[in-house]
């Protein structure tokens, strides 16, 4: 029983920490997005760090309205959509 409450302990501290990355990785994202939607200036790095995040975020989250969110906010930052 010890070792299953270590494996347990273990495997919250480990998804806890994720968390955090997370959330700031689809802050950098929308934030971004939505800089450009208002047409305010977002230079070349900026863009470039922002849609790593995305692509952080969307592979981090297993929600699919969070995921349409994301999406929706790498298409604005990259101007592009992905070939079907």
Do not use: N
Request: charged share 25%.
């Amino acid at each position: 029983m010890p070792a299953r409450t270590l494996f347990g302990s273990i495997a919250l501290c480990l998804g806890l920490s994720a968390s955090p990355a997370f959330a700031q990785d689809a802050d950098l994202c929308l934030v971004v997005a939505g800089r450009i939607d208002d047409g305010r200036e977002v230079s070349d790095e900026e863009k470039r760090l922002a849609h790593e995040a995305c692509q952080r975020a969307l592979t981090a989250t297993s929600s699919i309205v969070q995921k349409y969110h994301l999406q929706e906010a790498d298409f604005g930052i990259t101007g592009t959509r992905p070939k079907d």
